[in-house]
């Protein structure tokens, strides 16, 4: 999510319109306090509503937590967890070096 000033409107709108057409969230800021934030404009806007459309949007951006999105979509979490996952978005945002750092102290030694 990129954040512009209000004085950006006036001399960025090109990048901000490039943000919303990228399908990109914008913060828009007056005096370093947020004011307002640009959606972009999809059909899922409509479909789902503005709640769980901006929660989903948020959540993959990795700006919300799981359970934050929820909250924000006006979801129980299971329900906003099978609604992610129909839409094929991960639950799990681990890089694999996290993943094996984690689960190494189980593995046994291999035998060669």
């Known amino acids: ?55 989903i949007n948020l959540y993959r951006e990795g700006i919300l937590s799981l359970s934050k999105s929820a909250k924000l979509a006006e979801l129980p979490l299971e329900g906003f967890m099978d609604k992610l996952g129909s839409l094929g978005i991960s639950l799990v945002n681990y890089p694999a070096s996290e993943i094996e750092k984690e689960i190494n102290p189980f593995l046994l030694p291999r035998k060669n």
Not at 11 to 19: A, V
Not at 26 to 54: C, M, N, Q, R, Y
């Open 1 to 55: 999510m990129d954040t512009f000033t209000v004085r950006d409107l006036r001399e960025r709108t090109g990048s901000l319109i490039k943000d919303a057409e990228d399908g990109k969230l914008s913060l828009i800021t007056k005096h370093g306090h947020p004011i307002f934030l640009a959606v972009p404009f999809k059909d899922e806007l409509i479909e789902w509503g503005v709640h769980v459309a901006l929660a």
